[in-house]
C-alpha cells in the first residue's frame, strides 16, 4: 500500500520542474526560425509586431469610453506583444491568473448571495426613485403626440 502512494508522489514530483521547465520555455520569441536567424530582420519584425500590438490597443483605449470590446482588444493587443515581448507574456500569464482568481471568488456561494442582495436593493432604490420623479413630474414625452 505504501508503494503504491510512494509511485504516485514520484510521479507528482517530476511532473512539477516538467511544468516549470514548459512555463519557461514557453516565453520569448515565435518569429520563424528564418527570421530569427539574422538579427535585422528580427529587429525590423519585432518593430513592426510591436506597432501593429500598439495600434490595437490603443484602438481598444479608445474603444473604453466609446461603443465596443475595448478591454477584449486590449488583451487582443496584449496577445499580438506576447508573440515577442517577455513583458507582454508576463502580464498575460498574471492577467489570466487575476481573472480566473476573481471568477472563482464570483462564484463562491456567499460572494453570489451578497451581490444578490446588492443588486435587488439597488434595484428597488432605483425604482422608488423613479417613482418619486414620475409622480412628481408625470412622463413627459420628448415629441408631440398631440398633433
Partial sequence: MNTGSDERSE???????AAAAQ??????????????RRRALHLSWQ?????????VVV???????????????IFC??????????WAQLVLRWTKRKVT???????DPKVRRRNIILTSVGLVIIGV?????VWKFGIVMPWKIDE
Fill in 11 to 17: 510521479v507528482g514530483s517530476a511532473a512539477e520542474p
Fill in 59 to 73: 484602438g481598444g483605449i479608445i474603444m473604453l469610453p466609446l461603443p465596443g470590446p475595448g478591454w477584449v482588444v
Fill in 101 to 107: 482568481e476573481a471568477a472563482q471568488r464570483a462564484l
Fill in 23 to 36: 512555463d519557461e520555455q514557453g516565453l520569448g520569441s515565435k518569429a520563424p526560425k528564418f527570421i530569427k
Fill in 129 to 133: 426613485l423613479l417613482g418619486i420623479y
Fill in 77 to 86: 493587443g496584449m496577445a499580438i506583444w506576447a508573440t515577442e515581448f517577455v
Fill in 47 to 55: 518593430v513592426g509586431v510591436f506597432i501593429v500590438g500598439l495600434a
